[in-house]
């Protein structure tokens, strides 16, 4: 038998990369909390009606990259067998919970979520079948201050994560409805006209979203795309002054951004602002968080007409670009040298977590061997305790940083420990 090996396109994550990930969610939880965002937890499947309308089924995740499976009514002893889909993205499923909840009564509502996403693409490094999203929403504000706000969140987080050099904010405006009307028009006329050299899958949604060829990724489409049309051709007044509005904005408060007319989301369900932070260290897989405006969104799903505009971020890009996390733990390893220290040293240890240390007891082999392994895991004090010394009320510190070694008493082990790491308690 082969070793035993995760689904492809899932992975293990443990180790530097955890810590490097888990730092990503961390700063996304300071700094949209700083930006007055609440938690907002959604489950990790839906009705696959919350994701098929709101995306299109043209869109890459609804047409091929969906988990969708049906829960028989038997087994599941429900009336109904259910159609269900393991969440792809969080958009959808975070105005589902707003309109099912009756959120409409508070807003504006601002909402941070993070965990889990799956999407059937093919897996390579930056791109998996199972990954993880930080999320951001704000619903009911429909001024372009509004998206100057939510790129300002993305831009503080990135910065604190020390990506500031490392990542351009693509931006581009898709317009109103009645601008993004004209423009589908102008491409429909464009690539009506090249039909013979468009991919199939582009073919189709010159029918049902011809905007969606932009975002191809074949290479006969992106060498026609090259020659398309431009949104801003398109833009009636309304539009453009949302838009300058919203670039006024950013240079206000100083955050670079390049006009990338060629950008556009790939779900149907986007308006007036998009935007991208983009990495060239990542090879194809380069965007690391991406968002945009989707007003039509909440009713579409049949809530009450509300503005909303959002993004996500995809923490294992992000933590690749940060750089592994490495370990910061200093613990404090306690050697119990025979049967009565043993029982002591639970006692210590305890009383060392209490006042919020990093404990671990090293019970085996003789003293220098339990040294060696101690300094090798960057531990801080080691405490030895032996039967005698339990009789005595004494155990022995040795400072592993310097060498040093002094008998102290019991009660003043948390004491000298937390005044030399400088912990509280
Ligand atoms: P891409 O163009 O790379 O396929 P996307 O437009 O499908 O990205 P979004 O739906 O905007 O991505 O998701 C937001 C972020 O989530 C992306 O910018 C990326 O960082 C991350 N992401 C998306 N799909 C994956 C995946 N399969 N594996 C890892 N991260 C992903
Ligand atoms: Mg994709």
Redesign the pocket.
């Known amino acids: 038998m082969s070793k035993l090996q995760p689904a492809r396109g899932t992975r293990d994550i443990y180790g530097d990369e955890a810590r490097g990930m888990r730092a990503v969610v961390d700063t996304f939880q300071r700094v949209a909390g700083s930006y007055g965002f609440e938690e907002l937890a959604t489950p990790i499947f839906e009705f696959t009606e919350v994701y098929k309308r709101p995306l299109g089924e043209t869109s ?2 609804v047409s091929k990259e969906m988990y969708s499976f049906e829960s028989s009514a038997r087994e599941s002893g429900d009336k109904e067998a259910e159609q269900l889909t393991l969440r792809p ?1 969080f958009t959808a499923g975070v105005c589902r919970a707003f309109i099912s909840n009756g959120m409409q009564q508070h807003l504006p509502c601002r909402f941070m979520s993070w965990g889990p ?1 799956f ?1 059937r ?1 093919r897996p390579q490094k ?4 199972q ?1 993880h ?1 930080i999320n951001a929403e704000l619903l009911g504000q429909d001024a372009p201050e509004a998206d100057v706000d939510i790129i300002a969140m993305a831009w503080r987080l990135l910065r604190e994560l020390g990506l500031g050099d490392k990542v351009v904010l693509h931006l581009n405006t898709l317009g109103d409805k009645e601008s993004r009307a004209a423009y589908r028009n102008a491409l429909v006329d464009y690539f009506g006209a090249h039909r013979d050299q468009l991919s199939e899958d582009s073919l189709r949604r010159l029918e049902s979203n011809p905007l969606r060829i932009l975002d191809s990724k074949d290479d006969a489409d992106k060498a026609l795309v090259a020659g398309a049309p431009l949104m801003s051709d398109c833009m009636n007044e309304d539009s453009k002054a949302f838009f300058e509005a919203v670039k006024t904005g950013l240079e206000t408060i100083g955050v670079p951004y390049r006009h990338d007319e060629r950008l556009v ?3 149907d369900y986007y308006c007036h602002t998009a935007f ?1 932070f983009i990495t060239t260290e990542l090879g194809a ?1 380069g ?5 945009g405006r989707y007003d039509g969104l909440v009713e579409q799903l049949g809530g009450p007409p509300t503005p909303g505009i959002g993004w ?3 923490i ?3 933590a690749m670009l940060s750089g592994a996390g490495t370990s910061t733990l200093r613990p404090v390893i306690i050697m119990p040298m025979g049967d009565v220290a043993m029982q002591k040293a639970f006692e210590v240890a305890e009383t060392l977590r209490a006042a919020n240390h990093t404990v671990l007891t090293d019970r085996s082999g003789n003293l220098k061997k339990r040294l060696n392994r101690a300094n090798k895991s960057n531990a801080r004090f080691a405490v030895i305790i032996g039967d005698n010394e339990v009789t005595e009320g004494v155990a022995a510190l040795k400072d592993l940083d310097t060498g040093t070694q002094n008998d102290v008493k019991f009660e003043q082990l948390v004491t000298i420990i937390s005044s030399a790491t400088g912990e509280t308690s």
């Open positions: 890459d995740i993205e996403a999407r693409e930056g791109r998996y079948r990954f999203q989301r790939g779900m991208e897989q965007t690391v968080l991406a968002g996500a971020g995809g294992e890009r992000l």
